[in-house]
Every structure is written in C-alpha cells, then in structure tokens.
C-alpha cells in the first residue's frame, strides 16, 4: 500500500458570500474525519479576479500552484494498492464530503479533485494529486439556484453534522445509497427536467420497496407519512409528490403538453428528498438497517410519523 495526499476544491458562491460582509470561517482550518478543510493560500488572488479590483499589495503575488485557485480547498490522506487506484479512490472520498454538504444544507456546491498527480515523495512521503485543471466542471445550470452559506456559524454545526454520518454512508444498503447518489447527481443536472426525474429516483429508491399496488400512490402516501404527522402538512405533500410525479412520468414518456414544475417545485422537492434521506440515516444509526416496507405501512395506518 502507497500513501498519497489528495486535494480538491470546494466550490460555493464565496463571492456573494464576502459581497454581503459574512467572511469564511475563522477556525479554518478545520479536521474533518480523514479530512482537512482550509482556506487557500490563492484566495486573496481568488477574490481579486471575482471582483476585478486592482490591488496593489497582490500585483505581484504569484499562485501558489500546490493548491486550488479558489476560496478554499480539501486534503485528505489516502493509502491505495498502486496509483492507477488512485482518481477512483479519491473521488470516493470527495463524493461522500460533497454529499454531506448536499444533505446538510440547501445551495449550490461542488467538491472537485484536481487531475495531474506531480511527484513522490513530497512531503510526508505523500504524492499530492494537484496541479492542472479539476476533474469535474463547475456546475453551470438553466436556472438559479440559491448560494451556499458557508460562514462560521455553518461550519460549527456541519462540524458536528459530518461526524454524526460519516461512519453511516458505508454501512447503508443498496437502495438508500442509489436515493443518496441520485440526490447529489441532481446538483449536476443542467435543466429542470433531469434535476426532476434524479429526485423522483431517489424517492422511489426509499419508498417503493415491497408491496403491490400504484407506484406514485406508494412513494406519495409513504413520504407524506415518513415526514408527517397526520393533518394539513401530511394531505399537502402527499398530492404534492403524486403532482411531481406525474410530471416527471410525462416527461420521461414525452407527454410535453403537460406543466412542468418550477424552480421553486423543484427546491420543494430536493427538500422532501433531503429530509427523508436525513431521517433513513437517523433509522440506520438507531435500528443499524432500513425500515422495512411493513414499518412505511404501518405509519400510514396508524397515523404516525418518523418525526414523532
């Protein structure tokens, strides 16, 4: 087994973020599991190009190309059998911090690894995976998503956030990790259309487990109860999801006749999405499993609710 360093980006509207007077963390850098955030030695020059201004005491600043010109950036320490394990190892790690930020909070943000590995035996007998162009591109989308705080405040409770599900994402069964995974691939799409059918996926990966009978019914009555107690609430988001549903059914099947949801829906929707997920972690963490189809039943007929 081979030490390596891995470093990656972490993309967030910092300069709305700085426009608005709420500056990074102070307490960067901060661990994080096998991580280490922090903020970037080309930060300064960062925010310099963001906001075009000419500084004199940066003129003649250099990059630093050990590091991402960005507003901060994330290492973690690896060991793989050889290097060609390395990229797919990495990105495993990055996957599941990018996910965590997805789920902690609404906003757009994108954990990148850098491609071009550059000599062994750099510091502690690490290869430090940087330099070149990130392997995934900024996410560039049709319509406006809200920016990702990121202040110190935020930081505090994700601190606590990331070390309660850490540990969980590698003991969850197939179906929750295929809803996790669609859940972040959302954050990737460019349309409406495909942010929609990637958030009805992971639904159905939680909800339509065992049983027979209508799929939309399924997914709407179970979700609605999962989140709610019965009442208004429970009612709403029940015709609400059945609502999405069909829209992404007509989508999928080409009916382009039929309305399609708004931005707006679709925040609604990634909010369903990220509640339900938070709350099937918090069953894996109490139960060690995931709930059974009986159990999503049984919440209907009784009329209560995982919130209870």
């Given at each position: 087994m081979t030490g390596f360093l891995a470093r990656a980006v972490v993309d967030f509207d910092a300069s709305r973020q700085w426009d608005d007077g709420d500056a990074l963390p102070s307490q960067l850098p901060a661990e994080l599991g096998p991580f280490r955030l922090d903020k970037s030695p080309n930060a300064d020059l960062y925010f310099r190009d963001v906001y075009c201004i000419d500084d004199d005491r940066l003129a003649h600043r250099e990059v630093d190309w050990d590091y991402p010109k960005s507003a901060v950036y994330l290492d973690t320490n690896m060991e793989v059998p050889n290097r060609r394990e390395l990229a797919d190892c990495a990105d495993r790690h990055f996957h599941g911090?990018?996910?965590?930020?997805?789920?902690?909070?609404?906003?757009?943000?994108?954990?990148?690894?850098?491609?071009?590995?550059?000599?062994?035996?750099?510091?502690?007998?690490?290869?430090?995976?940087?330099?070149?162009?990130?392997?995934?591109?900024?996410?560039?989308?049709?319509?406006?998503?809200?920016?990702?705080?990121?202040?110190?405040?935020?930081?505090?409770?994700?601190?606590?956030?990331?070390?309660?599900?850490?540990?969980?994402?590698?003991s969850l069964?197939?179906?929750?990790?295929?809803?996790?995974?669609?859940?972040?691939?959302?954050?990737?799409?460019?349309?409406?259309?495909d942010r929609l059918v990637d958030l009805v996926i992971a639904l159905e990966a939680l909800f339509n487990v065992g049983g027979a009978g209508s799929v939309?019914?399924?997914?709407?009555?179970?979700?609605?109860?999962?989140?709610?107690?019965p009442g208004d609430q429970?009612?709403?988001?029940?015709?609400?999801?059945?609502?999405?549903?069909?829209?992404?059914?007509?989508?999928?099947?080409?009916?382009g006749e039929r309305k399609m949801p708004t931005a707006d829906d679709l925040d609604r929707l990634e909010q369903v999405a990220r509640i339900s997920l938070l709350k099937f972690l918090d069953h894996q963490l109490i139960h060690g499993r995931r709930p059974s189809p009986e159990e999503l039943d049984e919440m209907k007929m009784q009329g209560s609710s995982c919130a209870n």
């Open positions: 911090f990018e996910l965590l930020l997805r789920l902690f909070q609404s906003g757009a943000v994108t954990v990148r690894r850098f491609s071009f590995p550059i000599g062994e035996g750099r510091g502690d007998g690490f290869s430090l995976l940087v330099f070149g162009n990130p392997v995934k591109s900024k996410v560039a989308t049709s319509y406006k998503r809200s920016p990702y705080l990121f202040n110190e405040a935020t930081l505090t409770v994700f601190q606590e956030f990331f070390s309660l599900y850490w540990g969980t994402l590698d069964c197939p179906s929750v990790n295929r809803a996790l995974t669609r859940f972040s691939t959302s954050y990737e799409r460019r349309e409406l259309v939309t019914s399924k997914i709407s009555t179970r979700c609605a109860a999962w989140l709610y107690p429970r009612e709403s988001l029940t015709r609400f999801v059945k609502d999405v549903y069909e829209y992404r059914s007509a989508a999928v099947h080409g009916r």
